[in-house]
């Protein structure tokens, strides 16, 4: 018989390359969204369909099958803008608590979240799991949240539910609908402003839904993992996204002290128009704590790969040529 899984966030780019993967093992899965879901790419891979939201826990009790062996939240609000605080807090923490609370009632043997980087907060240089997060007193909603949830996760643990939490950085690869996809658009049409002056971990996607479906099994209970990569910086992406296109790209990065007035100018104007900046002052906090970080305990316990960010800016590039969205 086979195993059953079912996936929030089953429309997103990391749950799309989930369900395929889980589908290709020959797992039953059963995907979650919401009645405004566009399920064009969801449907390739065939997974039962369940209607429902993370923020209503009757929804997620009502499409969870009952005795699912491994549910996978992969669904988040990323949202760096202040505006969107109140519904990314309702959406990472209310959610994951109804997730949860699910899970428990529906008899699921574990739950794997996809949790971030991010949840460490405003930590720099290396970066373990033993690295004490610093989220809390983050001024970036979306450090906090994310934090919060996998700290709401892992307290079920006392509970009889089994938790591992995933913390990926920068992540690429196919069916990227709207994160880093966004750049090679920008930069074929001469629209690229700048490039921020930000040190990342950059993975890829199909390392991170390998680690999540290996963690089904080989993760430790009440575990975290960092599903990081190579360690660069976001000139270097626009560098080799430049190179594929033929196209020039900016040489340096913008000053980081230039990068907070234009957050500024853009926080006013959006006050008056009511429309997101190209900046917020969250992205200019984030950008500002340079990291590095290690994988070694997910490539020693569940055979996380790293893969060289050349590599995962083609294979990016490469499904975007051939989806008609360059």
Known sequence: ??????????????????????????????????????????????????????????????????????????????????????????????????????????????????????????????????????AAKSSVNYERTKWQAQEIALAAVGDGLEVVVMQPGAIMGAYDIGTWSRMFVMVRDGKLPGVPPAQLTFAHVREIVGAHIAAADKGVNGGQYLLAGENSTMLALVTEVGQLLGKSVPKKALPLGLMRVAATVGGFVSGLTGKEPGITAEMVEAFSHPMTTTSAKAQRELGYKIVPLKVMVKDCYDWMVAEGRL
């Open 1 to 134: 018989m086979a195993r059953s899984a079912f996936v929030t966030g089953a429309t997103g780019f990391v749950g799309l390359n989930l369900v395929q993967q889980l589908m290709a093992e020959g797992w039953d899965v059963t995907a979650l969204h919401r009645p405004t879901s566009d399920l064009t790419f969801l449907n390739r891979f065939g997974p039962r369909l369940a209607l429902g939201e993370i923020t209503d826990r009757a929804s997620l009790i009502a499409a969870i099958p009952q005795g699912t062996d491994t549910l996978f939240h992969v669904a988040g609000n990323t949202s760096m803008w202040r505006k969107g605080d109140a519904e990314q807090t309702r959406d990472n923490v209310e959610g994951t608590r109804n997730v949860v609370e699910a899970a428990k009632a529906k008899g699921v043997r574990r739950l794997i979240v996809t949790s971030s980087i991010s949840a460490y907060g405003p930590v720099s240089g290396e970066v373990t799991e033993e690295t004490p997060s610093m």
